[in-house]
């Protein structure tokens, strides 16, 4: 017979696997749902003003490809070659013989891109010891109204924070091991490129994030190690850097002019962005490149679930706990890497104060690590109770928790993405304080409330947005509909003009407020915040 010993040791290692394996299962079940979801609701959602620019330059880009690199044009086109055309190009790909669902088919890439954000959480929980905390953390980011609302029209930021996600399981999985071997080593190289291959001013960041990881190793690491094992190392992560390049820069057409110095020049672009925005913050506007140094942590806050805030509060305790007791855990390493993960982004812009607007759209990234820690701490209060009744009714609450946004996803539907919470009154307490549907997506709403009072009529709609708004109504009008636009001007007084019958103004900016004299005829908001009016000659 084996030493009870073993027998112990064997037996906790099935329970483990047990553990993982019904983790696993929920997962794919959460997923499963999600997918279906998706599927279900992603023709609901308005197309956002930066789309038509973005689906344009993708659309050059691919034009870039099939003519073997001789239409440049994609590089000349508007300050687009800065961004990476990634989640644009194989979006375009998709839709390029089916262009009446352009508008869908980039939701749904997005929508997809946000719903695998669960396998890294679900990962990094592992990793951490737990894997149902990765599982909980991935309910927790599927309920933030700020994230599931943006993952069905931002097709950029929301696979960024994929990616990333990514990245950061890549790493606690390299540290996790001390001494990373070479499948570590290339998954990180993947997992970096793929992030950078979306945003490429990225890159100092993932390498900042990789210095503190390693870091946090080699201060708590057992034994000096050899010069054979420090030049390996070495190996390993000029061979990452190399893939992570090669990613980047393949379907990037203007870094294929300069692929060493193009792509640091984007990244400079990115941290030197110099475009000022108007933006609304507590009922003050400002200029983007002058925000207060509250701004991005004051977002955070406000803009996710109260429930959820406190479980992260309880999860990030639970972290730095592990790290300070058994710092040389592979559990402790993943939870410094989380850590770093949610501090070190809001804390170095807070520094910097970068040229950021649109609410926190650009730090979405960070909702992961967030949602993780909320699933960490979830876990943790549950081993903390005793069986029984005790355990039993916490476990209603944390669930309670978990699900308390459910009710906002679906009373603000298809506006998730101008969720509030209760710090600020919700949604109406944030209207005319905060920014809401700043990408105006309730152009859609609106204008299908107008083709339904047209009847086949001529009708001509006006419509108070940028160039770049313009499709966000145009594209949903029927045929005898026409679309003429007015600029961002406010202050326009009087009536509407008579070659007009409707206007469609965003209460951004204030461009509701423009022809005081014609009546609103329809309001399109929810949860008593409007977001969008259409008024009547």
Not at 64 to 86: I, K, Q, W
Not at 245 to 274: C, G, K, S, Y
Not at 491 to 516: H, M, Q, S
Request: proline share 5%.
């Amino acid at each position: 017979m084996p030493p009870r010993g073993t027998q112990a040791l064997e037996a906790e290692e099935s329970r483990d696997r047990s553990t993982t394996v019904k983790a696993c299962l929920a997962l794919v079940a959460l997923m499963g749902a999600g997918l279906l979801v998706i599927v279900a609701t992603v023709a609901d959602y308005g197309m956002s003003w930066d789309e038509p620019l973005h689906s344009r330059y993708a659309e050059l880009v691919l034009g870039y490809f099939a003519t073997g690199g001789t239409d440049t044009s994609c590089n000349r086109f508007v300050n687009l070659y800065y961004y990476e055309p990634t989640v644009d190009l194989a979006a375009a790909l998709l839709y390029r013989d089916h262009l009446r669902w352009k508008t869908e088919v980039r939701h749904a890439v997005s929508a997809v891109l946000g719903l695998l954000t669960l396998p890294a959480l679900f990962l990094l929980g592992r990793i951490q010891g737990d894997p149902w905390a990765g599982v909980l953390g991935g309910l927790a980011l599927l309920l933030m109204p700020s994230f599931y609302g943006h993952a069905f029209v931002n097709a950029k930021d929301v696979p960024f924070a994929c990616f990333f996600a990514w990245s950061m399981t890549a790493l606690a999985a390299a540290c996790a091991r001390g001494s990373p071997g070479w499948p570590s080593a290339l998954a990180c190289g993947l997992a970096f490129g793929l992030a950078a291959a979306v945003r490429p001013g990225a890159l100092p960041l993932l390498a900042l994030q990789s210095v503190l990881a390693a870091g946090f190793v080699l201060v708590f690491r057992r034994g000096a190690g050899s010069a054979f094992a420090a030049a390996a190392l070495g190996l390993k992560i000029i061979a990452a850097m190399a893939l992570a390049w090669t990613i980047v820069v393949l379907p990037w057409p203007w870094a294929h002019q300069d692929p060493w110095l193009n792509p640091l020049r984007a990244v400079r672009e990115a941290f030197a962005f110099t475009v000022p925005y108007e933006v609304l913050f507590e009922g003050r506007v400002y200029s983007s490149d002058a925000l207060p140094r509250r701004y991005l942590l004051a977002f955070v806050t406000i803009t996710t679930p109260l429930p959820a805030l406190v479980l992260a509060g309880v999860g990030l305790g639970a972290g730095l706990r592990r790290i300070i007791r058994e710092p040389r855990s592979a559990g402790a390493r993943g939870s410094w890497v989380v850590l770093t993960w949610l501090v070190v982004p809001i804390a170095t812009w807070t520094a910097t104060r970068s040229n950021i607007y649109d609410g926190m759209r650009h730090f979405l990234f960070v909702l992961p690590a967030l949602a993780l820690c909320a699933g960490t701490g979830a876990r943790a209060l549950l081993r903390a109770a005793q069986a029984g009744r005790v355990r039993y009714a916490l476990a209603v609450v944390v669930t309670g928790a978990l699900l308390w946004p459910l009710r906002d996803i679906v009373q603000l539907h298809p506006y998730q993405m101008t969720y509030y919470n209760e710090l600020v009154g919700g949604v109406r307490g944030a209207s005319g304080r905060y920014e809401t549907d700043y990408w105006v997506t309730s152009y859609r709403e609106a204008m299908q409330w107008v083709n339904a009072r047209a009847r086949g009529r001529p009708t001509r709609v006006a419509l108070a947005a940028s160039e770049f708004a313009l499709d966000c109504a145009r594209r949903y009008r029927d045929r005898r509909v026409t679309v003429t636009m007015y600029t961002l001007d406010t202050g326009l007084t009087g009536r509407l003009p008579d070659d007009v019958d409707y206007y469609i103004a965003t209460t951004r900016y204030g461009l509701d407020k423009n022809f005081p004299e014609s009546p609103v005829v329809k309001t399109i908001g929810r949860q008593g915040a409007v977001f969008a009016v259409v008024k009547r000659r």
